[in-house]
């Protein structure tokens, strides 16, 4: 297995709500006029709180500052475990699922907070430029790691630093924020960015006009329909998160969908916002996803964590996580 580290570096930052008319001109740009920037990574998660963008430094530049963007402190780096060769966005996705034991858990156990970034194409982990020398030591026995430069992809090797922290012996890893799932079912999709032209106004009214009023349940409670979306556009593959409702609004054949049509339920983690600095919250639910080998899609954003679970498991995965939630406790 190989783990490349990309040669983004990139900001994490978050759009108040009431200040995202500011941020519109920048974010059109950037999302769909790729070739009017530089920007080749991008992303824009909306969740009930605020809007979460994770940007190149490039693309960082196309956003004004204002007192409704708040940056998170650090550049951050993406990594991405391929299954052999090829690029990121084209080999075979292995599944945060698949990865949270070899990556994930062992990166909390060394006190490395990750930063997760599923798309329909494969699983970016988010980890601070400052970090990637520990992560290096960390995953070297595990990975051949690989640096991309320049767009070639050549070795990279660890340099056998250290940062003290002993790894502890395996116990199990207690859930200690609170749990919700919100009643929508969500889609996890894609579209040929040859026809994003003929799509952008619809996707302009979803990004920035749907929201409305504050739906109810918008806060968290378990029963409730929550607004969340995401649009990412990185290194030229378009990724689409949103709900069965708002795909209904795209014409027939432009959405790419699995064979079975699958839909996914969401887990919300946190019943405060989270912060950078905690390590370990989505080892502490991946891994008994991965032990029950349950597929996920797992999306931090700047205030909340999201895993993405197949419909017919979401009673299994709630069941699971709350017997671990019960353990921290």
Not at 306 to 311: F, I, N, S
Request: aromatic share 8%; with cysteine; hydrophobic share 40%.
């Amino acid at each position: 297995m190989e783990l490349h580290i990309l040669e983004h570096s990139l900001k994490v930052a978050s759009i108040a709500k009431e200040g995202i008319q500011i941020c519109t001109h920048g974010l059109i740009k950037l999302a769909f006029l790729p070739s009017k920037t530089r920007c080749k990574f991008f992303s824009l998660t909306e969740t009930p709180e605020d809007y979460t963008i994770i940007v190149d430094e490039e693309g960082f530049k196309e956003l004004p500052q204002s007192e409704y963007l708040s940056v998170a402190e650090a550049t951050w780096l993406a990594l991405n475990v391929v299954s052999g060769g090829g690029s990121a966005t084209s080999s075979q996705p292995i599944g945060v699922t698949k990865i949270a034991k070899s990556v994930i858990a062992p990166l909390a156990d060394h006190n490395i907070s990750v930063f997760m970034l599923s798309t329909y194409q494969t699983d970016f982990i988010l980890v601070r430029e400052r970090d990637l020398p520990m992560v290096m030591h960390t995953l070297s026995s595990e990975f051949t790691l690989l640096r991309v430069v320049n767009g070639e992809t050549v070795a990279a090797n660890s340099t056998g630093v250290t940062n003290g922290f002993v790894k502890p012996k395996l116990v199990p890893r207690p859930i200690i924020h609170p749990l919700s799932s919100p009643s929508n079912m969500f889609c996890v999709t894609s579209l040929d960015p040859d026809t994003l032209p003929s799509v952008a106004t619809l996707l302009m009214d979803v990004m920035f006009y749907s929201s409305g009023v504050k739906e109810s349940g918008a806060s968290g409670d378990d029963s409730g329909h929550i607004r969340f979306f995401s649009f990412s556009l990185i290194e030229g593959y378009i990724s689409l998160v949103m709900d069965e409702q708002t795909t209904r609004r795209f014409p027939n054949n432009v959405l790419f969908t699995s064979a079975s049509g699958e839909l996914w339920k969401m887990v919300r983690i946190g019943g405060q916002p989270l912060g950078f600095d905690e390590c370990g919250i989505v080892a502490q639910i991946s891994e008994p996803l991965a032990t029950a080998d349950i597929p996920a899609y797992y999306i931090s954003t700047f205030k909340f964590d999201h895993a993405l679970v197949p419909e017919e498991n979401i009673q299994s995965v709630i069941g699971a996580l709350r017997t671990n939630e019960r353990a921290g406790h």
